[in-house]
């Protein structure tokens, strides 16, 4: 059974930095595209980030770009999302997701919650 | 950046309706279209990828279809637990993007 478990989230002050995990489980970890994506309160979807398998190859939301890190450790079977400079705008839930074909979502974690506010 | 507009924005029908939701492209992204359903408090489910091709255990009264700029979404007799709100998402292009979502509504 395919299980993605994130960890991290929280109320971080704007400016601040804040660490999102997701623990998988159930599929060869190495060989998928994995992905961020977040939902604000009451919102649609928005892609973040995605991440070859490799580790090699990664995409970013201009949104986040610059400010936000996506990478994985293949040995440990984790992805990561390593946001700094954190505005008011990133509050939302953040999903982590395995992709599907390179750029479909095909399974989904329960999403970490991340409030950024003074 | 590829702009996906859905519509409507909110679809109120009774069970056993049939829904037709509808997903358009800023410019083309072929056949590279998804959708998926949300229901409160609960993570995206893919229904369909590839505009027509239903994911795994996905009901056949779920349909995809168009290319290009034009997709539809069709729910073939609407059943309870289909009430909830529906995405489409492009990867033709980087950036990924979604559609702002319909809700379909028990009337």
């Known amino acids: 059974e395919v299980q993605l478990l994130e960890s991290g989230g929280g109320l971080v002050q704007p400016g601040g930095s804040l660490r999102l995990s997701c623990a998988v489980s159930?599929?060869?970890?190495?060989?998928?595209?994995m992905s961020w994506v977040r939902q604000a309160p009451g919102k649609g979807l928005d892609w973040v980030s995605s991440?070859?398998?490799?580790?090699?190859?990664?995409f970013y939301a201009d949104s986040v770009k610059g400010r936000f890190t996506i990478s994985r450790d293949n040995s440990k079977n984790t992805l990561y999302l390593q946001m700094n400079s954190l505005r008011a705008e990133d509050t939302a839930i953040y999903y982590c997701?395995?992709?599907?074909?390179?750029?479909?979502?095909?399974?989904w974690g329960q999403g970490a919650l991340v409030t950024v506010s003074s | 950046e590829i702009v996906l507009t859905q519509s409507p924005a909110t679809l109120s029908l009774s069970p056993g309706e049939r829904a037709t939701l509808s997903c358009r492209a800023s410019?083309?992204?072929?056949?590279?279209l998804a959708w998926y359903q949300q229901k409160p408090g609960q993570a995206p489910r893919l229904l369909i990828y590839?505009?027509?091709n239903r994911a795994t255990d996905i009901p056949a009264r779920f349909s995809g279809s168009g290319s290009g700029t034009d997709f539809t979404l069709t729910i073939s007799g609407l059943e309870a637990e289909d009430f909830a709100v529906y995405y489409c998402?492009?990867?033709?292009?980087?950036?990924?993007?979604f559609g702002g979502g319909t809700k379909v509504e028990i009337k």
């Open positions: 410019q083309s992204v072929s056949g590279y």
């Open positions: 590839g505009a027509f």
């Open positions: 991440i070859s398998g490799g580790g090699d190859q990664s």
């Open positions: 998402q492009q990867r033709s292009n980087w950036p990924l993007s």
């Open positions: 159930g599929f060869s970890f190495n060989n998928y595209v």
């Open positions: 997701a395995k992709n599907f074909q390179w750029s479909y979502f095909d399974y």
